[in-house]
């Protein structure tokens, strides 16, 4: 059974910090690439990052790059989104995904409908 546990996110003030975290079970990770993605109220599902550390490749939107970084610990099966200088607009469900379509070279690594698992999304609260 697929699994997710995401953890790390919150209340904080604008220009904080926060690292969220996603630890999968239950599929063979190394052939997986991870995304995280946000949804803001009324809004559509963003893509922000994805990473497959064992190929060696990440992939960051331009709007979050600067501020978004992911990063993986694959004895873990964990990824990490360190988001820093965050706006009242981050404010969003922030969810990990996982994808066993998303190639090196795709145009659009963060198209959602190509990530089969998804965690159960995570609260981001940025204040002003």
């Known amino acids: 059974e697929v699994h997710f546990v995401e953890s790390g996110g919150g209340l904080v003030q604008a220009g904080g910090s926060l690292r969220l975290s996603c630890t999968a079970s239950?599929?063979?990770?190394?052939?997986?690439?991870i995304g995280w993605f946000r949804q803001a109220p009324g809004k559509e599902r963003e893509g922000i990052s994805c990473?497959?550390?064992?190929?060696?490749?990440?992939y960051t939107s331009d709007s979050m790059k600067g501020r978004f970084t992911i990063s993986s610990d694959n004895a873990r099966s964990t990824v990490y989104l360190q988001m820093n200088s965050l706006r009242p607009e981050d404010t969003a469900v922030y969810y990990c995904?996982?994808?066993?379509?998303?190639?090196?070279?795709?145009?659009?690594?963060?198209?959602?409908?190509?990530?089969?698992?998804w965690g159960q999304g995570i609260q981001v609260t940025v204040s002003s």
């Open positions: 990473i497959n550390e064992y190929l060696g490749n990440s």
């Open positions: 995904a996982a994808s066993s379509s998303v190639t090196p070279g795709d145009i659009r690594p963060l198209q959602s409908d190509l990530y089969e698992y």
């Open positions: 239950g599929f063979a990770w190394k052939y997986y690439v």
